[in-house]
């Protein structure tokens, strides 16, 4: 199965695998696994903000759909669970944090926590790269790179990346996560304004979320 996903992803992974600039994002195609689609504007979303470090925008979401190219496509006879495969421990919630360096040092370097984001109601977030299997392909592990499994993140000013994580419990009722000299607080963004903000990060829009 892991060798299909490779046939089927390493197209689209390409576009993946450079961190992108801020003017620059991805349209998401669809709702993340398990959050319900929605289709008015003005649906509020789930989010979890970061302002701890200075000058730097920190947006945890449910992973948006359209971002994981391990997933089953149209057509295909042989069922998929996605990301899900390529993980020891699962079956996770699957979350995405954007980081953007607006006004922050030269180049942000930021590490998760070992232990992960705690958070308020029991939930633990966890890099992916914390629980990545240990035989995946060495064909896959430079494409997951380029999705964000990773722990560390070095982020240029003007620049934005990106890391998965994972959590066994379901985080959207938790009211905030901390770990790390981090602190998450949660919020609710109309979907038509967190669409546009991952199309285009804006510095004073995120001040409002």
């Given at each position: 199965?892991?060798?299909?996903?490779?046939?089927?992803?390493?197209?689209?992974?390409?576009?993946?695998?450079?961190?992108?600039?801020?003017?620059?994002?991805?349209?998401?195609?669809?709702?993340?696994?398990?959050?319900?689609?929605?289709?008015?504007?003005d649906a509020p979303m789930p989010v979890w903000v970061s302002r701890?470090?200075?000058?730097?925008?920190?947006?945890?979401e449910p992973l948006p759909g359209g971002m994981d190219p391990f997933?089953?496509?149209?057509?295909?006879?042989?069922?998929?669970?996605?990301?899900?495969?390529?993980?020891?421990?699962?079956?996770?919630?699957?979350?995405?944090?954007?980081?953007?360096?607006?006004?922050?040092?030269?180049?942000?370097?930021?590490?998760?926590?070992?232990?992960?984001?705690?958070?308020?109601?029991?939930?633990?977030?966890?890099?992916?790269?914390?629980?990545?299997?240990?035989?995946?392909?060495?064909?896959?592990?430079?494409?997951?790179?380029?999705?964000?499994?990773?722990?560390?993140?070095?982020?240029?000013?003007?620049?934005?990346?990106?890391?998965?994580?994972?959590?066994?419990?379901?985080?959207?009722?938790?009211?905030?996560?901390?770990?790390?000299?981090?602190?998450?607080?949660?919020?609710?963004?109309?979907?038509?304004?967190?669409?546009?903000?991952?199309?285009?990060?804006?510095?004073?829009?995120?001040?409002?979320?």
């Open positions: 199965m892991l060798g299909v996903a490779v046939t089927v992803v390493v197209t689209g992974a390409v576009l993946f695998v450079f961190v992108p600039r801020i003017s620059v994002w991805f349209e998401p195609s669809g709702p993340a696994p398990g959050v319900p689609e929605v289709e008015r504007p701890s470090l200075e000058g730097c925008a920190l947006l945890l997933a089953r496509r149209d057509g295909e006879e042989a069922s998929s669970d996605g990301l899900q495969e390529v993980l020891e421990g699962g079956p996770y919630h699957l979350l995405l944090l954007t980081v953007c360096n607006f006004e922050g040092p030269d180049v942000l370097h930021l590490e998760l926590p070992g232990d992960g984001l705690k958070g308020a109601r029991g939930a633990t977030l966890k890099p992916v790269s914390a629980v990545l299997r240990p035989d995946i392909p060495a064909a896959l592990r430079p494409i997951l790179a380029g999705l964000g499994a990773s722990a560390v993140a070095d982020v240029p000013r003007g620049s934005s990346a990106r890391m998965l994580l994972v959590a066994k419990q379901d985080p959207r009722g938790g009211e905030s996560f901390a770990g790390g000299g981090l602190l998450f607080e949660r919020r609710e963004v109309q979907l038509v304004t967190l669409t546009g903000w991952r199309e285009s990060p804006d510095w004073k829009a995120f001040q409002d979320f």
